[in-house]
C-alpha cells in the first residue's frame, strides 16, 4: 500500500512548522539572495542619485536657502523614508511643492523658522496618519489620477524649458543624443540602465571635448561634509509656534497628498499594495528627522520615483535609501566630477521620464469618444488647476470636487416616484426608486399630488435608500403637507439602514409635523 502510506505522510509535511534556516530566508530581501534583484537596486539608486541634485539644489533656489540645505534635506528624507516608509521604491526628498509653501516663512522670519515648521509638519504629519487621512484617498476618482499623472508629466516638461532656452548650441545635439541612447540602449542590453550610460556618454563627452555648456556645478555649490543634528535657533516660545504652524499645517497636507498620490501610481505601476497609513506616518517620520539636521523638508517626488520604478525596474527599500546615501557620496567624495556633468544629460533623463509618465491612452480620439463628458470635465480640470498653480495638491482637491459635484449632479436624476392609484379610489401608493439625498430629495416633495391624492396615501420605499438628513426632512415635508389637508401617509420597504435614521431623525428635523 505504497500509494495510501503517501496520501497519509502528505499532511504531516504540509502541517509541520518551517525550520529556523526557512524562516530567516522568508525574511531576507530579495536583493539579499538575488544578484540580479541586486545589481538593479543598485544602479537605479545611483541613476536617482544623479537626478537628485540639480533638483535638490534648484528647489534650495526656489526657498531661498543655501543649496546645500536641499541636498541633505534629499538626503534625509530618502534614507530615513525607505526604513519607515509604507511604499517600497518610491523616493521622498525635497520637492519644489514643499519648496514653494516654506520659501515665504524663511524669506520673513529666518532659517530657523523653516527648520521649525519642518519639524511641525512632521509631527502634523504622524498626527494625520493616526487619524486615518490616508483612508481619503478612496474617494479620489480614477479621471483625478490620470489628470494627476498628466499634469506631473507637463509639470517635469516644464521645468526642463529653462535648461533649453538660452544656452550655447552643443546643448541640443548632446540633449538629441542623450535621448537616442535612453531610447535605444535598452534595445541592446537592461543590464545596466540606460539613463545612467547617457549620463556617463555625455559627461565624458563634454570632458574629453572641452565642451562649454551649463553643468551640475554651476548649479550652486556642493557640500563637502555630512548634515550635523541640533535643534532650530528659534526662541520656545507661543509666539513662535503660531508664526510657524499656518506653514507646518500647509507643508503637511501638501506633503502627504503629494506622497499618497505618488504612491497609488506606483502601486498601480508594479501591481502590489502598500500600506498608506504606515506611509503617512513615515513621511512625518522623515520630515522631523530632515529638520533636526537642517533641511528643508520633503516629500514623494513623482519624477525621481519614476525614473527608479518605471524605468530603472527598481522595487525594493535598497534603491530608496541607496539615493540618499549615493547623492551625499557624490556630494562629498565626488564633488569635482559630478559638477562636471552637463546638464543637458539630466534635462534627457527628465524628458524621456515625463513621457514614460505621460498617459497617452488618455487623450487618444478612440478613448475621448467613449469618455462620458464628465469624466473628460474631470480630467481636464485637474490638469488646468496644476499647470495654472504648479501644485499638485490644488489640482487634485479642485478634480475630486469637480467629480463629486457631477456624480451628485448624476445620481440626483436617478430617483422616481411612480404613483399607482387603487380601483376603489381609497388609496395611492406612490413608488419611490433610486438614491434618496440631498439633491434628490429636493425634488423629492413636488412629486406628489396633495391635493388631488385621496385620504391614504402609501410611500413604498423598497427599491429606494435614505442616506442623510435632507431625505427625512422631505419625507416629512410629504407627511406634514398631506396632514394639512386631513390625509394619512404610511411610509413602507424601509431597509434596515434607512429605517435607523428614519427613526432617528424623523420628527426632529422641521419641529415636528
Known amino acids: 500500500m505504497p500509494g495510501a502510506a503517501r496520501a497519509r ?14 524562516r530567516l ?35 534650495s533656489i526656489i526657498a531661498g536657502v543655501d543649496p546645500a540645505i536641499g541636498l541633505f534635506a534629499s538626503f534625509t528624507m530618502a534614507v530615513t523614508i525607505s526604513v519607515v516608509g509604507g511604499r517600497r521604491a518610491m523616493i521622498s526628498a525635497a520637492t519644489g511643492a514643499v519648496a514653494l509653501v516654506i520659501a515665504p ?15 511641525l509638519a512632521g509631527v502634523f504629519q504622524i498626527a494625520l496618519g493616526a487619524l486615518g487621512v490616508a483612508k481619503l484617498m478612496r474617494f479620489v476618482p480614477r ?45 541592446v542590453t537592461k543590464v545596466i540602465p540606460a539613463p545612467l550610460v547617457s549620463i556617463v556618454v555625455l559627461t565624458a563627452i563634454t570632458v574629453a571635448a572641452g565642451i562649454a555648456v551649463p553643468t551640475v556645478g554651476d548649479k550652486g555649490e556642493l557640500p563637502s561634509s555630512l548634515p550635523v543634528p541640533g535643534l532650530p535657533d528659534v526662541p520656545f516660545t507661543m509666539d513662535t509656534l503660531t508664526t510657524v504652524a499656518p506653514y507646518a499645517l500647509a507643508m503637511a497636507l501638501v506633503g502627504l497628498m ?3 498620490m505618488t504612491a497609488k501610481l506606483v502601486d498601480d505601476i508594479t501591481d502590489t499594495r502598500s500600506s498608506k497609513t504606515r506611509e503617512s506616518i513615515g513621511q512625518g517620520i522623515a520630515n522631523i528627522v530632515t529638520g533636526f539636521f537642517g533641511g528643508m523638508g520633503g516629500c514623494a517626488m513623482i519624477g525621481q520615483t519614476m525614473i527608479n520604478v518605471k524605468v530603472s525596474g527598481a522595487r525594493t527599500r535598497l534603491s530608496t535609501f541607496l539615493a540618499g546615501a549615493f547623492l551625499m557620496v557624490l556630494c ?10 552637463p546638464m543637458a544629460a539630466l534635462v534627457a533623463v527628465m524628458v524621456m521620464v515625463c513621457f514614460a509618465t505621460f498617459d497617452w491612452h488618455s487623450i487618444a480620439p478612440k478613448t475621448l469618444r467613449r469618455l462620458p463628458a ?3 470635465t474631470v480630467m481636464v480640470v485637474t490638469v488646468a488647476c496644476v499647470v495654472a498653480t504648479h501644485n499638485l495638491a490644488v489640482g487634485v482637491v479642485a478634480g475630486s470636487v469637480t467629480a463629486m459635484v457631477i456624480f451628485a449632479k448624476r445620481v440626483a436624476h436617478v430617483a422616481e416616484v411612480t404613483a399607482v392609484t387603487d380601483h376603489a379610489g381609497g388609496s395611492v401608493t406612490y413608488s419611490v426608486t433610486g438614491e434618496l439625498f440631498f439633491a434628490s430629495a429636493n425634488d423629492l416633495v413636488g412629486r406628489f399630488d396633495y ?27 410629504i407627511e406634514t403637507k398631506y396632514a394639512q389637508r386631513g390625509k394619512t401617509v404610511e411610509i413602507i420597504g424601509l431597509n434596515k439602514p434607512s429605517a435607523q435614521i428614519h427613526e432617528k431623525l424623523s420628527g426632529e428635523l422641521t419641529g415636528g409635523h
Request: net charge negative.
Open 374 to 376: 464628465g469624466e473628460i
Open 143 to 187: 479621471s483625478v489620477m490620470v489628470g494627476f499623472v498628466n499634469s506631473l508629466a507637463i509639470l517635469i516638461f516644464m521645468a526642463q524649458v529653462p535648461e533649453m532656452h538660452d544656452v550655447p548650441w552643443p546643448v541640443y545635439p548632446l540633449l538629441a543624443a542623450g535621448l537616442g541612447l535612453m531610447v535605444f540602449f535598452p534595445k
Open 451 to 477: 391635493a388631488g391624492d385621496p385620504d391614504q396615501v402609501v410611500v413604498d420605499l423598497t427599491a429606494a435608500h435614505i442616506w442623510d438628513a435632507s431625505s427625512v426632512a422631505a419625507l416629512d415635508a
Open 25 to 59: 530566508r522568508g525574511l531576507r530581501p530579495d536583493w539579499l539572495s538575488d544578484p540580479k534583484v541586486w545589481r538593479t537596486e543598485v544602479l537605479a539608486g545611483l541613476v536617482v542619485a544623479l537626478a537628485l541634485i540639480p533638483e535638490a539644489i534648484s528647489f
Open 332 to 341: 562629498i567624495v565626488f564633488g569635482p566630477v559630478v559638477s562636471d556633468i
Open 258 to 260: 503629494e506622497s499618497l
Open 9 to 22: 505522510q502528505v499532511p504531516l509535511l504540509s502541517t509541520s512548522a518551517p525550520s529556523p534556516a526557512a
Open 105 to 119: 516663512l524663511n524669506r520673513e522670519h529666518g532659517f530657523g523658522y523653516l527648520v521649525a515648521a519642518v519639524i
